[in-house]
């Protein structure tokens, strides 16, 4: 059309369908979407052993410095109650260190295993993007041709773009349908993947807390004043406090 | 005399006490009951409407006692039958009056040195200083320090001293157990919520969405727990023990007042007994006695209140373990044996990985293809090996002097047919221009290959200014092979003191084996000389210019 002198205005033929360019937009996004849960979850579950081994280790403490106190040296029912207190402790701590280390191994290693592949899935619809640039730029140049007058020379460059464009079209729709095909089932194999890792962190979880429960409950049978309930000893607490507040060697506050 | 009841023997000393420390209306019941106990023996004498007198009453009466007594007694003759009840009773009575003042004595020193020091500005500490008051700080810390160096005879108490060690140990306990038991509660409340949450989160990705089992009730209650924990911690234990600590130093300030008496109480066993060394020995005992007693009874209440709390803390982790598991259990389906997990994953992940998509663009294959692909081929020189001494000697024995240059720096390959040069690197030049002309770029030999390098990267070869550096930098270690380049001669003459060195003339020549030692120090040189082996000291020697 002369009377039409630029094209820049009009908007590109689209080469691509909507519907499967929207398609695989979605694939790519939920994949995409996944990727970024899987590496935050990664650090989550880094960040909350962490936490997990530090709790442990300042119940340790919490006994350890009992112990090394000479309170414990005159008095025989506090040293007893110490050091059961103490064995309790150690024993959460080792528990709780198996557990991260079940956690690391069922848990945390797959998350890195199933996180690098990603890149390479990256890659591959980068390289899909390239093909379609590729794929757009050759054909406009054919319709570039197609639509000037059919002169010899004109007619001849026509021909070869058309050459040039097959195979980039070809290598495009192939990686296309490749990757449209591919990501689903790529999406879907994560269920497999993570159940396992799921119910392996719930069990670890389950046994640890159910082991804890065990040895705690041991411990309070064991010490003395099995009757007293918390709120017996808080009375208990609170009226000694107040006998001390009588002494007169207390300071008032 | 059989008809004077004593009421004396029946009144306890502290109940005399008290009405005259505390506040009427607080003991308003105690002074009712006194009242009451006291009105048989004044014997209806109605005029008692004034409470201070009233409150003086029982003072006084017991002060008269003794007077009344003692009257008694001087009035009666020694061979009366009696007389011995008499004097009994009169000394009860003085023993008694004894008591109340020592009581009395013990309390109020208590109340004096317990006040709060903190409030005191430096204006008021100031105004305590006097001469008095410096020359006691400074007597006892001379007893102090006598007591410190010379052991000295001092008064011990050793009940006091078990006492005051319980009290010590049980502050520290105290403190201990506040600190450590709030870290561990703040990791606690760290922990806990983190691994719901992440249980949560990987619960998301290992389900679809559709068959998801609502969990957030789960974890909602889980988390409520875990509050409840924190706050019952809090309460049960945290609370008491900090309230605990903040009891310890009333106590301690006495402690330490009851050092300085026992200070100025030792300071007056050495000399005679006064005046002044009666008052001291009177106020340390009455500190003494009162903190023996009173210290008992702190450190028995003390020790049950850590025990109440210990005992809480085991039971609230308990209950919360319990929690735990409980909420956890709600979350389990079918448990699975650990060694599967891996097989299914490996065997997920393998077909994962088989994906087209995958395999074709995994990063090893995409460097392969790279290098295919890259539009402007660049030649792929092979690993080129550093220069080394056995190319520089072939260069400078191939070469003259002039045509010898140096790289400046480090030169990397460009174009075609360049080279790769390190800094400092000897090259001879062969031509001063390139294929095109361009006299920029020169052709060069490494000893090695030849290439095409930047002239501006070059720099004369100077080896005299060169040797130096590059010996120090690079001839440490075992180098035979450039033994031609490093000739040096002997400045001075040497006399080897031993096997190791070696005799050198004036102006001998020898070659440098190596330049240091086997130590490390620069200062002795291997050196080989007409067959001979040995050590030379550096500075005998001289650079021959390359000739």
New interface residues.
Partial sequence: MSWIPFKIGQPKKQIVPKTVERDFEREYGKLQQ?EE??R??QK??K??TD??L??SK??V??SL??LS???CE??Q??LN??TA?DT?MKRMDAFNQEKVN?IQK??IE?LK??GS?F???N??VK?REQALQDYRRLQAKVEKYEEKEKTGPVLAKLHQAREELRPVREDFEAKNR??LE??P??YG???????????????A??VY??E??KI??D??HQ?D?PG?S?EQ??R???A??S???A?????D? | IAQYHIPTKQLKAEVILEPHEVSVTENYFQTQWLIWSFSASFRGKPNLLDMGSLMIKPIQRVMKYPLLLCELRNSTPPSHPDYRALDDAFAAVKDINVNINELKRRKDLVLKYKKNDEDESLKDKLSKLNIHSISKKSKRVTNHLKILTRGESQVKDNTFNREEKLFRALEKTVRLCVKNISLCLQHIQDAMPLALQSVMDLQEISYNKDDEMDYSETLSNALNSCHDFASHLQRLILTPLSALLSLFPGPHKLIQKRYDKLLDCNSYLQRSAGEESDLAKKEYEALNAQLVEELQAFNQAARKILLNCLCSFITLLRDLMLVAQQAYSTLVPVPLLVSSISEIQNQVLEEIQNLNCVKENSATFIERKLSFEKKKPVQILPEMPHQTDIHRSKLLSTYSAEELYQAKRKCNATQEYDINLLEGDLVAVIEQKDPLGSTSRWLVDTGNVKGYVYSSFLKPYNPAKMQKVDAENRFCDDDFENISLFIFYAVHAFQARSDHELSLQEYQRVHILRFCDLSGNKEWWLAEAQGQKGYVPANYLGKMTYA
């Fill in positions: 996944l849960q899987t935050r979850l989550d579950m960040k909350s936490a997990d530090a709790m300042s119940a403490k919490i410095d009992l106190n000479p309170l005159q008095d029912d506090l109650m110490v207190l309790a079940q069922t848990v797959p295993k199933f592949v890149p390479s899935l890659m591959a390289r490749q990757l591919e990501m089932r790529f194999s994560r269920l497999d993947y993570f159940q396992p890792s799921f119910e392996s962190l719930i069990r979880q389950v807390y159910s804890m429960h705690f409950g411990l309070s010490l004043q007293h918390d000893r808080e208990e607490n609170e000694k406090l006998e001390l507040r002494l007169s060697i207390v300071a506050d």
